[in-house]
């Protein structure tokens, strides 16, 4: 499994913006993604809300390449609770 | 032909064309009354409790106690309830697009907000106006929707 280790400013607990999400998503995973196997996406335990702008960002561009019905064949989370790996999961599935 | 012949024929030719305008009418006003009253369902299921209740209450309840002690459970029942708002709207995605879109980006809005007053910064005040706004907004267009 492809381990992907998002790091994040530690001050900040809730990530939110889709413009944020997506810079994320540019910056620290697009190049490692692995398009053949599984990603886990691990957000760190000091972010504890994250909100669904972010979300919608940080997938724009998975989304357009593989269908939300597919994601559990490529992405996992990884986060500070099973509330908010379900919450990620839950939204980039809607 | 007589005068009154051609009369009768003009009249008889008017009448026609009456019935059919109050036919035409008719069904126009009853395709309305229909939509007016599937309108009145969506408001009374989907959003009467929710804005008039539930979104006031939690948004007094986050931002009053948001002041002082972060809470988290207070801002989790918010997103929920945002979250639960979201999937309840999802069939007017079917019934009007347009409206669904915009209520479906004030939600999204509301909630990004909510997280970025969690974060405590020095913006507190207005994200907390921001806030206010965006729900003011949804109410507004919930509402000519609805009217």
Redesign the interface.
Known sequence: MNRIELKLNQSISGLAGNDYGYEVYLNQVKEKFDWDGINVIVFPNYVERVAISFIQGFCREILNKISKSEIDKYIKIESSSEYLTNKILENIKF | MTLYETLSIIFMGLAFVSSVVSLIISIVSASKVRTINQRSKFYDDIFKERILIKLPNLYNEYVEKEINIPN?AV??EF?EFL?NF?REIIALKFIDQKFYKKIDDYI??I??????I??HSNEFVELKQKLYNNITSMYKVINKYFR
């Open positions: 988290l801002e989790r997103e979250a979201r999204i809005s909630e990004d907000t909510v997280v970025r969690s974060n």
